[in-house]
């Protein structure tokens, strides 16, 4: 009777471990694809940021005209 409970319960062990993994994967994907898009927004808000920059630069130039 022990050995079934034991063999049971080494089943549960192994489904639950699997499961484990596929969400541990799932969240590394996850986290990746987010860094990634912060990445991209960090990216995006420099360019923009000197853009923005440049035209300051250009309205200053034009007033002292």
Sequence with gaps: R???L???THL???CL???TEVVKTMYESELR???DLYNDVE?????I?????SLEDQVAEYRRK
């Design 2 to 4: 022990c050995g079934w």
């Design 17 to 19: 471990g699997k499961e």
């Design 43 to 47: 990216k995006e808000k420099a360019r």
């Design 33 to 35: 694809e987010a860094r």
């Design 6 to 8: 034991l063999i049971f």
């Design 49 to 53: 940021e000197l853009k923005i920059q």
């Design 12 to 14: 549960i062990f192994l």
